[in-house]
């Protein structure tokens, strides 16, 4: 099992539109990627605009599919548009 922990902070006047992209984005996930065990947005407690993207993939393999869907080829670049600079991303797997 493959966890992915996606942290971005968003720009303040793109608020409601990160979360309407990232709401498609998360459902078609669900939906539509084999092997995606969770996909889910969090939204930091002591800061209203950053996010974090909790992922868990059965294996590398479906997350790389999942980089190449089309609703990830679609979204991901206008969620980039709304993000004061790039993700940091952390690739985690279960140590035992």
Known sequence: MLKVIAVNVVKEECAEQYLAIAKELVE????????????ELCKDIGDPLRFVML??????????????????VE???????????PAEITLLEKAF
């Open 28 to 39: 078609k996930t669900n939906k539509f990627d084999k092997g995606c065990i969770k996909y």
């Open 55 to 72: 992922e868990e993939w059965e294996d590398k393999g479906s997350l790389d599919a999942h980089f190449n869907a089309p609703h990830f």
């Open 75 to 85: 979204l991901i670049p206008k969620l980039g548009d709304c993000t004061q600079g």
